[in-house]
Every structure is written in structure tokens, then in C-alpha cells.
């Protein structure tokens, strides 16, 4: 059997869920909604581009799309889908 490490986050994780820290969200249905689309989005690529950023505003967008389970690529294409569309709005 291979010896597996865990990482730091993995940890942070089992232990959280251990302590039953973890509930179920509100709108299930809406949330597995999010996340098909999450999908297509990821699966739907027709046309690469490069963009020059600061290494803070990336480091916090991997960030980001790391608490919400989806690559940051993903997450920069949903933010520009949502802005183009109108529906990116400010708390």
C-alpha cells in the first residue's frame, strides 16, 4: 500500500468534518443547479486568451475558487459571463 500524505487543508477538513461542523446548504436543488452550470461552463471552451494580472488578485482567485470547489479559470469565465450579463451585482 502506498504511504499517502495529507496535506495541511486535507486535515483542516477531515477535522472539521469530524466535529460535525458541516450542514447541509439551503436550496439544494438551486445549489446543483450552480454547479451543472459550474460544468458546462468547464466543458464549453471555444476560445483561449491570456491576461496579465497582479499575483495577489490571482493568488486570491484561485483562493476563492478553491472554497467553492471549481478551477479559477472557471471562476474568472463566470465572473466576466456574469458581469457581461448584468448579473454581477455589488454587496
Do not use: C
Request: glycine share 4%.
Amino acid at each position: 500500500m502506498k504511504n499517502l500524505t495529507i496535506q495541511p487543508d486535507e486535515v483542516e477538513l477531515l477535522v472539521s468534518y469530524e466535529q460535525e461542523e458541516w450542514q447541509s446548504v439551503k436550496n439544494v436543488q438551486e445549489q446543483i443547479g450552480q454547479y451543472q452550470e459550474f460544468a458546462r461552463a468547464a466543458l464549453k471552451k471555444d476560445k483561449r486568451i491570456n491576461i496579465r494580472m497582479s499575483e495577489m488578485d490571482l493568488y486570491n482567485l484561485q483562493k476563492r475558487a478553491n472554497r467553492e470547489g471549481i478551477p479559477y479559470q472557471t471562476l474568472i469565465s463566470s465572473i466576466l459571463h456574469k458581469y457581461l450579463n448584468g448579473s454581477l451585482v455589488e454587496k
